[in-house]
Every structure is written in structure tokens, then in C-alpha cells.
């Protein structure tokens, strides 16, 4: 009984969540994608992932993000549960060039906050005859080898900026469609809004929880650094492993054994989230 009380009083205090934010700058527009990810199910049955995520630009800096934060940011509030597709999907927040040169990304994978760090590698487009009209653009086509896959995309040069979804970018227009060679990646303009938003980098998450003592305090929740080769490395070992399709906390210890309490929160579609200090927690549903 003392173990549910706990988990209903934090679903309560959920909404006290405050992070550390810098404004690194305010971006003219946004761009929506839908980003569409092939892969099985837990039967081993192929499945479509999809989830919606913004793109900002100021100042030589890219922000793409899950759709969900950009959507609390703009009418205020912390709704962590809203950001269940973007942990299923491990789709982080991506940072290009910030710091200079550099691409930052912060994810959750149970139970910390990742932040990583690369240098920006440069991507060799070949421009190809191909054209199309994508969410009302006329684009072009380019291909490029990046992160060890080759992409192909369409970019407008409609809208003369430099940048694309997740690390794509470096074409003479926005990137309308980028899709992997293996046509499991996909990523899709969907709209595109004149706007002026700030773009935000969240340093830490203040966050509050129980303290086991029947009281409840902020905990700070700081990102744990690591290179991103490293992470990626880790990722692809905890991800990979056939135990994680069903259970996908297999390879840590439970959060009630871990951190005493859990939150459970809904999302927008009405479904439960769990979640432990605003890292959500993946299970198979």
C-alpha cells in the first residue's frame, strides 16, 4: 500500500519538473517531419514505426527534436509521458554545430539521461536529375554516404537554409526527404510554420521524487557524458539483444529496487507512461 501511495503522489508532482535552460537562439521557422522506422515486432513480424519531430535553425545551429518537446514548449507545462514515442524510437535531441564543429546529442535510455559529443563530419552530396513535389515543394534530389549509410534526398531550394532532420544537412535548401538506402530509415517534411521560437539546450533536469523518508525533494538529474561512438556502442548492445523486445529494462535492476518509486503519468492519447525521474521507462506492449 506504501509502494502505491508513492506512485500516486509523484504522478501528482510530475508537473514540478524544471530544467536548467540556455537560449542559444531564436529560430525564424520551424519544419515538421514525420520520421517512419521499419522494423519487427516481439512476434518477429515486420512493423512501421512512426513519430513526428521539429527542426529549428539560428545562427549556423540546428536543433531536431521529438515533436512532443517543441509542443510543451511552445504552451508551457511538462508532460514527460508525451515523450514515450520518442524513447520507444530512441530518437534524441540533436544539437548540430554546438558547440562549433561539434554535433550534441542528449537521449534517454533507463535509467540516466545521455549527452554525447562528435565532431561534424562533412556530407559529400552528388546531385541527381531526379525531382518531386514534397508537402506542396519542388525539390531535387541528392545522394550521400553518412554514418555508414547512403541516403537519398530531396531538398527545395525554396527555402534557402542549409538543414534537414536528425544530422542531415549541408544541401543549398531545406532537406524535404531523406530516406536510407535500405529503406529503413524515412524521414518526411510535413509542415512548415513561419514562427519565432527560442532554441533551448537543457544542461540538467531538476526533478522531484520521493525522498524515502515520506517527504518529496528536487533531484537533480544530470546528463551522463560519454563520446558518442561509445554510447552508439552501448546502445546497439542493449537494443540488440533479443531479450529487449519483450522486456525492455532486461539489463538493469528494477526502479522500485533502483529508486524506490515510479511515476506513472498519461500521455495525450490517454495511455499510461511510466517514467523514473523523467526517463521514461520502455515496456512491450
Known amino acids: 500500500m506504501k509502494k502505491i501511495l508513492v506512485i500516486m503522489m509523484a504522478f501528482v508532482l510530475t508537473i ?9 537562439g531564436v529560430s525564424k521557422f520551424t519544419a515538421i517531419y514525420r520520421y517512419e522506422c521499419k522494423t519487427t515486432d516481439a512476434d518477429g513480424q515486420p512493423v512501421t514505426d512512426s513519430m513526428y519531430i521539429a527542426v529549428q535553425t539560428s545562427g549556423g545551429i540546428t536543433k531536431s527534436f521529438p515533436y512532443e518537446e517543441y509542443d510543451r514548449q511552445k504552451k508551457g507545462g511538462s508532460r514527460i509521458a508525451d515523450g514515450y514515442l520518442a524513447a ?3 530518437m534524441g535531441t540533436i544539437f548540430t554545430n554546438y558547440p562549433e564543429g561539434r554535433i550534441t546529442t542528449q537521449e534517454m535510455l533507463y535509467p540516466y539521461r545521455y549527452m554525447t559529443d562528435e565532431p561534424m563530419e562533412k556530407q559529400n552530396w552528388k546531385l541527381t536529375d ?5 508537402c506542396d515543394y519542388a525539390s531535387q534530389s541528392a545522394t550521400a554516404k553518412y554514418h555508414g549509410l547512403n541516403w537519398n534526398v530531396y531538398y527545395t531550394e525554396d527555402v534557402p537554409a542549409s538543414i534537414g532532420p536528425w544530422k542531415l544537412g549541408g544541401l543549398p535548401g531545406l532537406i524535404t ?8 530509415h524515412t ?8 514562427e519565432e521560437t ?8 531538476n526533478w522531484i521524487a ?11 538529474v544530470d546528463y551522463q557524458k560519454m563520446k558518442a561512438s561509445k554510447f552508439l556502442a552501448y546502445k546497439k548492445k542493449v537494443l540488440g539483444n533479443s531479450r529487449y523486445v519483450n522486456n525492455p529494462t532486461y539489463y538493469a535492476a528494477s526502479p522500485m529496487e533502483t529508486f524506490g518509486y515510479v511515476e506513472n503519468s498519461f500521455n495525450s492519447a490517454g495511455e499510461n507512461i511510466s517514467s523514473v525521474a523523467g526517463v521514461v521507462l520502455v515496456s512491450q506492449k
Not at 524521414?187 to 513561419?194: C, E, I, K, R, V
Not at 527560442?198 to 533536469?205: A, S
Open 130 to 134: 531526379a525531382q518531386d513535389t514534397i
Open 88 to 90: 520507444q524510437m530512441h
Open 198 to 205: 527560442p532554441i533551448i539546450f537543457t544542461q540538467h533536469v
Open 177 to 184: 526527404k531523406a530516406t536510407d538506402a535500405n529503406g529503413i
Open 187 to 194: 524521414f518526411t517534411l510535413y509542415g512548415f510554420h513561419q
Open 210 to 220: 520521493p525522498d524515502g523518508r515520506g517527504k518529496f525533494a528536487a533531484l537533480r
Open 16 to 24: 514540478g519538473a524544471q530544467a536548467q535552460r540556455d537560449t542559444i
